[in-house]
């Protein structure tokens, strides 16, 4: 915890300590967008929240309806803070959060007051978390009237404890498999706890597709294992794989299997936990953005929309329709009213198109493909499904790239179409 700060009307610092507050009475007055901001918080520590108010936002509400907030709807009245262990003072009148902390005061019950903090007993600090780790930053006068310099402090010190630059777990690590979904490309599109496993590797198993950028991030002490350099072939590549991350996390290293995407979407990442399974090895998996609704949504295409599709179907293209390992329905599929997201699908683009036509699917449909989403040289280009295969040789499209088909084209362009 970091503090400078000087309490009101003194130049004596504040005294930070951390609140227990589960099933403990905490009461606060006012049901606007503080309030609404300051309860989640209070709620997550366990306290037993008493909001008065005489309305209250939508999304208070809806922590009323779910019994963690117990609303009195009504002007506040002092014996409201009667048992309290902690008070926010937080509507939008001075004089009825001067009451309350006036209120407080006098049954020597800690408040803090949202409209002008020197004014109550106690500060509410910048607060961020980052694993078990709770940062507060608490500022002094002059954070008062810019309360933004104490937010961008935390956000500095966040920072460097996500990127592993400040540590926070100095002791040794626990051996093991993390399965870590980098999202589509851009290193800002991992999930903080995949890029804090990631810096906490011994050694970092990475694909063509994972976010490479992160990899700089890495000290030169982590081993990196470029599955770009592994022996050929699909399944002997895959064996050799899941060899390297068991044999690695047997011999006592934290290991990070680091892909693009999310490790289940055509990841291959179950095949992972099996092996690390049968060898007796700890597994744990860590979600990423996946490209089917990231890519598609990053070059402004949703995958649904309201009153025009009630369904999308994610699709491997990596073979063509007709073929004898296919496990796709695409009779099925030209049937369905809503968007096709295709991955993998670049090469059988034509063939896929061609089906989903001749299996009944409106030929002028809106296409898009999307080509290196998220990296600097993402690029749409648009089709029809009678248009698609000339469309792809003309604009010379290359892997990877996510196919949408469907009205939701229409919809991101409608000046195409
Ligand atoms: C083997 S799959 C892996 C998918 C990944 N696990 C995921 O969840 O996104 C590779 C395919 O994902 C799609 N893909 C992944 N990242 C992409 C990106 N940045 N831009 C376009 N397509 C992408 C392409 O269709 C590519 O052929």
Request: proline share 7%; hydrophobic share 45%; with cysteine.
């Amino acid at each position: 915890m970091t503090s400078s700060g000087t309490s009101s009307g003194t130049d004596f610092p504040t005294y930070p300590s951390g609140l227990m507050l589960e099933d403990r009475k905490v009461v606060v007055v006012g049901g606007g967008t503080v309030a609404q901001r300051r309860v989640p918080g209070l709620i997550a520590a366990g306290a037993r929240v008493e909001l008065v108010s005489p309305t209250v936002t939508p999304a208070i509400e809806g922590l009323v309806g779910s019994g963690e907030v117990t609303w009195h709807e009504r002007v506040f009245a002092d014996a409201d803070v009667d048992g309290a262990w902690y008070v926010i003072a937080a509507t939008d009148d001075a004089e009825v959060n001067a009451a309350v902390v006036a209120a407080a005061e006098r049954r020597h019950t800690f408040c803090v007051r949202a409209d002008d903090a020197t004014g109550g007993s106690a500060w509410t600090p910048a607060v961020g978390r980052h694993g078990e780790v709770t940062v507060a930053v608490l500022g002094d006068q002059r954070d008062h009237r810019d309360p933004r310099r104490t937010a961008a402090l935390r956000d500095r010190i966040l920072e460097r404890l996500h990127s592993g630059e400040l540590d926070t777990e100095p002791g040794p690590r626990t051996p093991g498999v993390v399965l870590i979904g980098g999202g589509p490309g851009d290193p800002d599109l991992i999930t903080l706890a995949g890029r804090k496993a990631l810096m906490e590797a011994d050694v970092v198993v990475a694909d063509r597709l994972a976010p490479r950028e992160l990899l700089g991030d890495l000290s030169p002490d982590v081993e990196l294992v470029d599955v770009a350099k592994l022996p050929r072939g699909r399944s002997a590549q895959q064996e050799e794989i899941n060899r390297v991350i068991v044999e690695a996390a047997l011999a006592g290293k934290r290991v990070a299997r680091f892909k693009g995407g999310d490790n289940f979407v055509f990841g291959r990442g179950y095949e992972e936990i099996i092996a690390c399974r049968e060898a007796g090895v700890p597994v744990t998996v860590i979600p990423g953005i996946s490209s089917p609704i990231a890519v598609p949504a990053i070059a402004g295409i949703p995958v649904t929309h309201r009153g025009v599709t009630h369904e999308f179907t994610v699709v491997s293209g990596h073979v063509p329709p007709g073929h004898p390992d296919s496990l796709v329905d695409w009779e099925g599929l030209a049937r369905m009213r809503g968007t096709l997201v295709l991955m993998m699908a670049v090469e059988n683009a034509p063939a896929i198109a061609a089906s989903l036509v001749a299996n009944g699917k409106d030929p002028w449909t809106p296409v898009a493909v999307v080509c290196d989403g998220t990296m600097p040289t993402q690029r749409t280009v648009l089709a029809t499904l009678t248009t698609l295969a000339d469309r792809l040789v003309e604009e010379a499209v290359k892997a990877p790239a996510i196919i949408v088909v469907g009205e939701v084209v229409r919809v991101a362009h409608p000046e195409a179409f």
